[in-house]
């Protein structure tokens, strides 16, 4: 591996007939490190991440894994990496063990090893008084660890986990991201997507992808600093999807969004102006307070920004919008 980089990417790109599903992207990921993929639906995240695990040629540039070339060996790719894909790739109809043993199969594991192998994968999720039971049977988070355990049952040194916390509930997404930090803390490097922008946070890196670009990369502190202009205003009111409305009518407002029932707006307008105008229409305003934009908002802005010079994009998940 050059530069201490796990994974060098360079001007990547997928189009499907005359759709550009990957644009060109370009970034490198430290050895050992949480990188973050994160953007809508529709973003480019699988496309990429496939591509980077050898199971989709590039329709142009370049990609390094492991120091393995996507390109010319996408066979020497598959096998020094774990990848855990959006759809867990589990069979339902199998019980854990036997999925445990399908793996360990696929990855030619010896008796031995895959016997150390499954106890470890069954203590890392909480499954052993559960091996016997069909996978169909098992909640959200439990298939979801139990997914992450054959992804990495022969423990590769670079893991890709393909939006591994979709759908699952908020306690299991915090449990996942423990393990997830557990794996980078014993030297595996972790290339893994969301659409939930909350998640940033746990990544060292990331980049932000919007219909096929990068549209923001670096650490979540970097990119904070980086990216906020301006102010940003937090509203708590009795009818915020009617505030939203309202505040966005005003020329000093630069956008407003909806984080749960908060209302965020980002603009220079003072806190006795916000209030006055919602309580002009009748609405009961708890309190209106400066705060320091989190990653969401710097997200939300620069979708904001990209929309105004071309439509598309999916639907963004916000923290409190489970
Ligand atoms: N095999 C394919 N053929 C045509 N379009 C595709 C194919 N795979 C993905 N796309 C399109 O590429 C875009 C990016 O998809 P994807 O990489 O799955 O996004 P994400 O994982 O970020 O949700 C989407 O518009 C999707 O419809
Ligand atoms: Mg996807």
Known sequence: MSHGYAIEVEHLEKRFGHFTAVDKISFNVPSGSIFGLLGANGAGKSTTIRMLCGLLPPSGGSARVAGVEVNTNPEGVKRSIGYMSQEFSLYNDLTVDENIRFFGGVYGLSNGTLRERREWILSMSGLGERHNSLTSELSGGMKQRLALGCAVIHSPQLVFLDEPTGGVDPVSRREFWRLINQFAAEGTTVLVTTHYLDEAEYCNSIVFM??????????????KKEYRKGEFSEVICDRPLEAVALLKQDSQVVDVSLFGTRVHLHGNVSADLIRAKL???GIRVDSVQAIQPGLEDVFIGLIEQTRESRPGGGALQGAQSE
């Open 210 to 223: 919007h219909a096929g670009e990068i549209v923001a990369s670096g650490s979540p502190a970097y990119i």
């Open 279 to 281: 309580e002009r229409a």
